[in-house]
């Protein structure tokens, strides 16, 4: 059996509704049918995509890596079969939690001015690439480093590493943290989105006690709440205050590059005059 673009679009049914029977529904099919599809996707990859159980289904590992591969075919494949579209949609910019940081406001004022029958459209995902490798956006500014296959990315500027300590804890009435003030107590990480890795830390003194979530919104309760300390770029200060929280410039930390980044294949129209404007604003190269 030859593999088709339908093959495709039903496996990322089933990647985003996490259940055979929510993607028949939303693809109008029957549940053999979507089983069929999953199996015929398996036997030619050769690698088992989805473990699954009368109750739940959860994407194995090669499934999740196949998943954003699977995404940007569709993607590409759409655009090529419809150019046209390309030239009148808005142009997708994805981020995972804090954009341009200071420059976005004015990102978006220039690019309403400058451009106004292309809707730019600022859209948070948390992920890695804010979406970027599922096809879900054009372009995302992304922190750190960038080792996903098929994208293309332009260095902006990079920002300073701040702590984020608890608000009320001895922490907060420092001037400035190390790496080594933060390592004494539980870290709180954003393993999704998130830019901060124990590899922040020399392997010597990492922190003993870590805590994980899922998004930038848990991390600040979570830090607010008491229950760690947190290191992220400088702009996540200025686009997330938070009454809990008290930000502190980590003195002994590498500073985060912050990327464009977009798809090798298929790029949007617009977006040479995206990189243009952000590397004006932000002074990158």
């Known amino acids: 059996m030859s593999i088709e673009l339908r093959h495709l679009r039903c496996f990322l049914a089933i990647a985003e509704e996490r259940s055979l029977t929510r993607a028949a529904a939303a693809l109008h099919l029957t549940q053999p049918a979507v089983s069929r599809s999953l199996a015929a996707l398996e036997r030619h990859l050769g690698v088992r995509l989805a473990d699954r159980s009368t109750h739940h289904l959860d994407l194995t590992p090669e499934g999740r890596a196949f998943r954003d591969r699977a995404a940007a075919a569709v993607a590409a494949f759409d655009d090529a079969l419809d150019p046209a579209r390309l030239h009148h949609r808005p142009l997708r910019l994805g981020h995972a939690w804090s954009a341009f940081g200071a420059y976005t406001t004015p990102l978006l004022r220039r690019w309403q001015e400058e451009h106004p029958d292309t809707p730019l459209e600022l859209l948070r995902i948390d992920d890695r690439t804010a979406g970027l490798a599922r096809g879900e956006v054009d372009a995302a500014v992304l922190r750190g480093a960038v080792d996903t296959p098929g994208l293309v990315t332009a260095l902006l500027f990079t920002e300073p590493r701040v702590a984020a300590v608890t608000s009320d804890g001895p922490l907060a009435d420092r001037a400035a943290l190390t790496l080594d003030d933060l390592a004494s107590g539980p870290i709180v990480l954003n393993t999704v989105s998130g830019l901060t890795t124990l590899d922040l830390w020399p392997p010597g003194s990492r922190p003993a006690t870590t805590l ?22 400088a702009s996540t200060a200025e686009m997330h205050p938070h009454p809990g929280v008290t930000y502190r410039l980590l003195t002994d930390a590498p500073p985060v590059p912050v990327l464009l980044a977009w798809r090798a294949t298929a790029p949007h129209p617009a977006l040479g005059a995206l990189v243009a404007l952000a590397r004006e604003l932000s002074g990158g190269d």
């Open 212 to 233: 994980t979530v899922g998004n930038t919104d848990d991390w600040l309760t979570a830090i607010a709440a008491g229950r760690g300390a947190g290191a992220s770029a």
